[in-house]
């Protein structure tokens, strides 16, 4: 992929820029109307590192567009009729954001993330291996690195401020949080596009080990999936071929670069490390394909 429309930080000149996450820069249309910019700014272990990975962004907004669209019988989604064309006047700009940016309801965040694990890695296979809990939940005894487990576990988050770590909570406090009716509403929706996404991927030779969702709220209370979907950003997706229990898979998501980030003496605090150009460009082939794997007919 060519590295010439490579975006690290937006400019849109003629709106208000909200504020910019790890990976997204969000400006303000209207009262009703933000516009979404996807970055190919990459993020491990809750900090931006310095390079971009090119075209991650439009990757990114490719998938995310088409899960929210096969999920959209389960639930409601923050996407628009508008387009950039609507919303930006400058044609340079309107160019560079072309197939990353998308105008989208403005809507209030829940204060969680919603992560849902089909498998067990990550910090929950180092939360296992410490407490033979995951996130609290109790589990079997015996379980190996990478298992399937006995069921779909639903285990948010705190969202955490940029260059802060995310913590695990309970079911409990997300109740306290938003109340009960609202999180069962959170847990059962997230767990239900998880579990179709999951056994869709798996006809690809996919396997979507976890995840995470981020859900929002408009002026009537109704509940609406944000942000992004089941992205190489937001999930772990192995091939099928590569899996074997005991073993942590190879992945077509970041875990590539947590690896190599794992071989550093680095303190995963703020400043990253950058990356070599063998990483960059690895990395960013995993991504398309998993875009290739999930998005064919």
């Not at 999920?71 to 160019?95: E, P, W």
């Given at each position: 992929?060519?590295?010439?429309?490579?975006?690290?930080?937006?400019?849109?000149?003629?709106?208000?820029?909200?504020?910019?996450?790890?990976?997204?820069?969000?400006?303000?249309?209207?009262?009703?109307?933000?516009?979404?910019?996807?970055?190919?700014?990459?993020?491990?272990?809750?900090?931006?590192?310095?390079?971009?990975?090119?075209?991650?962004?439009?990757?990114?907004?490719?998938?995310?567009?088409?899960?929210?669209?096969?999920?959209?019988?389960?639930?409601?989604?923050?996407?628009?009729?508008?387009?950039?064309?609507?919303?930006?006047?400058?044609?340079?700009?309107?160019?560079?954001?072309?197939?990353?940016?998308?105008?989208?309801?403005?809507?209030?965040?829940?204060?969680?993330?919603?992560?849902?694990?089909?498998?067990?890695?990550?910090?929950?296979?180092?939360?296992?291996?410490?407490t033979g809990k995951l996130c609290g939940i109790d589990l079997p005894a015996g379980l190996r690195q990478a298992e399937k487990l006995p069921r779909t576990l639903f285990t948010p988050s705190s969202k955490a401020e940029s260059g802060q770590h995310d913590e695990n909570i309970s079911f409990d406090a997300v109740i306290e949080l938003v109340g009960e009716k609202l999180a069962e509403r959170v847990r059962d929706v997230a767990i239900e596009i998880y579990e179709r996404a999951a056994a869709y991927a798996l006809e690809r030779g996919i396997i979507i080990a976890d995840t995470k969702f981020e859900f929002g709220l408009d002026n009537e209370g109704r509940l609406y999936i944000i942000d992004e979907a089941l992205t190489p950003d937001s999930s772990r997706f192995w091939p099928v071929d590569a899996y074997e229990v005991g073993t942590s898979p190879p992945s077509f998501d970041k875990q590539f670069v947590r690896d190599y980030l794992d071989t550093l003496d680095w303190d995963k605090t703020a400043p990253g490390p950058e990356l070599p150009a063998e990483v960059l460009r690895q990395t960013g082939e995993k991504y398309r394909e998993a875009l290739e794997r999930m998005t064919r007919s």
């Open positions: 992929m060519s590295t010439a429309n490579v975006l690290f930080e937006s400019s849109v000149a003629e709106l208000p820029l909200i504020g910019r996450g790890k990976v997204r820069d969000i400006y303000s249309v209207d009262e009703n109307h933000l516009l979404i910019v996807t970055t190919d700014r990459l993020s491990a272990y809750d900090v931006v590192l310095p390079d971009p990975i090119p075209g991650k962004g439009e990757v990114l907004t490719k998938i995310s567009l088409f899960w929210f669209r096969m999920m959209a019988d389960i639930i409601d989604n923050q996407l628009t009729d508008l387009g950039v064309d609507d919303v930006v006047q400058d044609a340079a700009t309107r160019d560079l954001l072309k197939n990353r940016a998308l105008v989208v309801k403005r809507l209030k965040p829940l204060p969680i993330e919603a992560v849902v694990r089909g498998y067990l890695i990550g910090s929950g296979w180092r939360d296992y291996q410490e």
